[in-house]
T-cell receptor, first 115, second 114 residues
Framework: AQSVTQLDSHVSVSEGTPVLLRCNYS??????LFWYVQHPNKGLQLLLK????ATLVKGINGFEAEFKKSETSFHLTKPSAHMSDAAEYFC?????????????WGLGTSLAVNP | GAGVSQSPRYKVAKRGQDVALRCDPI?????LFWYQQALGQGPEFLTY????????KSGLPSDRFFAERPEGSVSTLKIQRTQQEDSAVYLC????????????FGQGTRLTVV
């Protein structure tokens, strides 16, 4: 079975400082992993995904994540936070049920960016 | 259309009332997914369609929940005899091909049962 744990429910950073959102996963096989962002009153948007290619994945808006199998982690980072990054972030692992790839979602991390 | 469109954006229902939530996927997208997102939680899978066929409905919480996609495009999620625990944001997503393709999400319908 697959599961995902987001280690922080809330992260607060100052504008211009680095962002780190932590995610650990559990999977019985090599997983696909995703980060989604949800801005208030907007739909979920895919930031980046890992599908067994390069372990360092670059996404949109300057975000990137590194797949570390030994640590079962897929932390999301950004060198310099911008005010517009304030949102809810979800770490997601894929699982299979029959012929349907299901997305298993973490509980989310709320990112606040202070001026 | 340009993106996944859901209507209504907000719905307030009295307990026991039936509701219908609509999802217009991106034109040409084969797969359609419904999720339920409770306050402070991540989305939980409800059901999955490929064209008009409902391939997976294992996430529907009770027989009060029913989803259909009769012509393989627009989908409706119906909740009968709503209960307070049904209060949540209901998200719809579509993808171009099957469940392996990238999913595009709508803004959701926030249902409040009073």
């Amino acid at each position: 079975a697959q599961s995902v744990t987001q280690l922080d429910s809330h992260v607060s950073v100052s504008e211009g400082t680095p962002v780190l959102l932590r995610c650990n996963y559990s999977s019985s096989y090599s997983p696909s992993l995703f980060w989604y962002v949800q801005h208030p009153n907007k739909g979920l948007q895919l930031l980046l995904k890992y599908t067994s290619a390069a372990t360092l994945v670059k996404g949109i808006n300057g975000f990137e994540a590194e797949f570390k199998k030994s640590e079962t982690s897929f932390h999301l980072t950004k060198p310099s936070a911008h005010m517009s990054d304030a949102a809810e972030y979800f770490c997601v692992v894929s699982g299979y049920a029959g012929n349907n790839r299901k997305l298993i979602w973490g509980l989310g991390t709320s990112l606040a960016v202070n001026p | 259309g340009a993106g996944v469109s859901q209507s209504p954006r907000y719905k307030v229902a009295k307990r026991g009332q039936d509701v219908a939530l609509r999802c217009d996927p991106i034109s040409g997208h084969v797969s359609l997914f419904w999720y339920q997102q409770a306050l402070g939680q991540g989305p939980e899978f409800l059901t999955y369609f490929q064209n008009e066929a409902q391939l997976d409905k294992s996430g529907l919480p009770s027989d009060r929940f029913f989803a259909e996609r009769p012509e393989g495009s627009v989908s409706t999620l119906k909740i009968q005899r709503t209960q307070q625990e049904d209060s949540a944001v209901y998200l719809c997503a579509s993808s171009f091909r099957d469940s392996l393709s990238q999913r595009f999400f709508g803004q959701g319908t926030r249902l409040t049962v009073v």
